[in-house]
């Protein structure tokens, strides 16, 4: 088991093993700014740091569910997407049911030195390759419009889980850490 | 090898098919896959559809267990795979198992590539890079910040999926731990290139990488039971002993036998809920924490085991 010798031995297999080092590296740094592909050697990179001076940071989604009576229920995201595996429910709630607008909390993470210049580029870089590359658009957050189908499906969910509550309207309110105002309201009306 | 083909066939039959069945329940408009082949449907495939890629990659799993053409069945059961996660990557969050797809088919081909076992290790190093970088310039190393203690917060809170040990860690763990945490993660992910090209460094690198993927398991609850499998693969083509690959495969059997068993059990009675009535513990928590106390416990020993001998080839 032990055939493989972990250097390259020869100048040609060094060569070849710097030129695929090489590649790896270029593809990295498009895949930075442009978008990150699947598949990919690459894993997260967990940038943001949620805790600073014993504070934490985060965004909280609830889901607010009106009825006919005006009465009022509240989900959490882990409830809505209970059938899913493998998926963050929160990531699912954001790509489907959100504002563009940058959040406080993310702009806050975002607010310093390099970290926020490579954001910046990144952000402009994302941009044009969308422009450029249409079907790269789908990829991309939504904009606060709910199609029919997330529409259709959320109001079914919610009967789904709350078989007494007739929803009249769902509101996905997100808030910042220790808020009590939201800082995004995304409301749905039922189809 | 081909024991390793044989006992990574039957880790994939047991726990390693992403099963994406669920994902027929969700809207279309919940479908934004990433950039790449994946943007080639224009939709969710329907149930019937992932229903069949399910099966396809079981057939294909045993197909590699076999061994007659290991080379075409190992990159078609990679190519399987990276489908199944490929959908389950298609929903706002990528899950990043491109080390664990690709195996097979490395596993496949290293008999006509013998440089197979090192462009592979290159690619897992190469990752970690990519995860170290904006850690670095996103604030991880300012002591003023503990980013794995944010983590394992939101983990608790925000995300309600809290870790055997999270809760635990969180209320307990002094900062410092949390401070020294961070800079080991950082180090050792960004070491991890440098780190691979000598054996001894690189079982040490190894042996640190399989306690972070332990760590974050049971306090982030991000599991990588794929990981388990590609540090056995490494450990076997670099650092094993010449006598392991003595062992016929026709020892290991029985166990691909009860993993072909088990498998079948989970795939196809569970979804009707036979298991969780006879009270058998099957739970992907449960295969999780096994894999990653048993699995990754015994790798991380056979790494500090090469670490320290001497005489490692």
């Known amino acids: 088991m032990t055939a493989f010798a972990t250097i390259p031995r020869t100048r040609r297999e060094r060569l070849r093993m710097a030129g695929f080092l090489f590649v790896l590296v270029c593809g990295f740094a498009c895949t930075y700014l442009l978008m990150e592909p699947f598949p990919s050697p690459i894993l997260p990179g967990f940038a943001r740091v949620p805790d600073e001076r014993d504070t934490v940071a985060m965004e909280i989604p609830l889901v607010i569910v009106v009825s006919a009576n005006n009465t009022s229920d509240t989900l959490s995201a882990q409830e809505l997407f209970a059938e899913t595996r493998n998926v963050n429910a929160i990531e699912l709630l954001r790509t489907t049911f959100y504002h563009e607008r940058e959040s406080p909390v993310i702009a806050r993470a975002e607010g310093r030195g390099l970290y926020h210049t490579l954001k910046e580029l990144r952000r402009s870089m994302r941009t044009w390759f969308a422009s450029v590359v249409p079907a790269v658009q789908r990829s991309f957050r939504r904009n606060g419009n709910i199609d029919a189908s997330s529409r259709a499906w959320l109001f079914a969910r919610v009967q789904a889980i709350r078989p007494h509550t007739t929803a009249q309207r769902i509101r996905v309110e997100w808030f910042e850490t220790d808020a009590t105002v939201p800082f995004d309201i995304v409301e749905v009306s039922a189809p | ?313």
């Open chain 2, 1 to 313: 090898m081909s024991t390793f083909r044989i006992l990574l066939a039957a880790f994939i039959l047991t726990v390693g098919v992403p099963d994406v069945r669920w994902t027929s329940t969700l809207a279309d408009g919940m479908f934004t896959p990433p950039f790449g082949p994946m943007m080639l449907f224009t939709g969710i495939p329907s149930l019937a559809w992932t229903t069949l890629l399910l099966w396809s990659t079981y057939a294909c799993a045993v197909w590699f267990l076999w061994g007659k053409g290991e080379r075409w069945s190992g990159l078609t059961l990679s190519v399987l795979l990276a489908v199944g996660f490929g959908l389950e990557s298609s929903f706002g969050k990528i899950n990043h198992a491109t080390p664990y797809f690709i195996l097979p088919a490395v596993v496949g081909w290293q008999g006509t590539w013998k440089r197979a076992p090192l462009y592979y290790l290159v690619v897992l190093a190469f990752q970690f890079f990519t995860a170290a970088m904006p850690k670095i310039v996103g604030g991880w190393l300012q002591p003023q910040t503990h980013a794995a203690y944010g983590y394992a917060v939101e983990t608790m809170t925000i995300q309600q999926s809290p870790a055997l040990l999270t809760q635990w860690a969180v209320t307990t763990l002094p900062g410092w731990f949390w401070e020294m945490a961070d800079v080991i993660t950082v180090a050792f992910e960004a070491l991890f290139i440098v780190a691979m090209w000598r054996r001894r460094s690189l079982a040490l690198i190894c042996f640190v990488a399989l306690a972070f993927h332990i760590g974050v398991w049971f306090t982030l609850h991000i599991p990588a039971t794929g990981y388990v499998a590609c540090y056995a693969y490494i450990w076997l083509a670099f650092l094993a002993p010449r006598t392991l690959a003595d062992i016929p495969p026709q020892r290991i059997l029985v166990l691909t036998i009860a993993a072909a068993f088990y498998a079948a059990l989970r795939a196809w009675l569970s979804p009707i809920g036979l298991l969780e009535t006879l009270g058998l513990p099957f739970t992907e928590e449960v295969e999780n924490t096994v894999i990653m106390a048993l699995g990754g416990g015994t790798l991380m020993w056979l790494y500090g085991r090469a670490f320290l001998r001497t005489e490692v080839p």
